[in-house]
């Protein structure tokens, strides 16, 4: 999954994902596609999301590195190619349509998870692979229907700000 950008605020403590996040993404993600599991000045030790993401990386279906930002690194783990003769355990790939909402969803939960700024429709389509905005917009509305998230919104020039239902997280307020 490529991220827009970097964080919005300097990171003082490491951070990192949930496991079921992870796992999520490595399900759905396609080859070469990044996806940030921990961040901060030093990698966050004990984390479960790191020994996941390492247990990952032994199975051989990410790799893992690492992006300088302002204030610490990005930890990323990047989808490896399937491999037909090797089985892949637990990958369960939902039908298309709600694999692009559960992409947009995890490309939420990462930017309330992280306290970032909401994505714009049209920053997500590009982070999710999607047409175009409509369809994150699309997203976004199917979302809210099936009640996995809450939209607030801003007013003209603001970034909503996105609930993650499950988890009560929040993405940060913001300018566009």
Known sequence: MTMAGVLNTVARVPLAAEVDELDHWVSIALPGERCIYATGPE????APAVS???ILAESGLVTLTTQ???GGRNFIAV???????KPVVDRHVPP???ALAEKVLARLRRAANFSQLCPTNAELARDCGLKD???ASYRIKKLIRERKIRVEDQGPNR???VTIVATGRRTVPGAL
């Open 79 to 85: 989808r490896c190619a399937i491999d037909p003769n």
């Open 133 to 135: 905005a409509d369809a």
């Open 43 to 46: 990698l966050p030790r004990g």
């Open 52 to 54: 996941r993401a390492r």
């Open 159 to 161: 970034r909503r700000i």
């Open 96 to 98: 298309q349509e709600d």
């Open 68 to 70: 300088a930002i302002v």
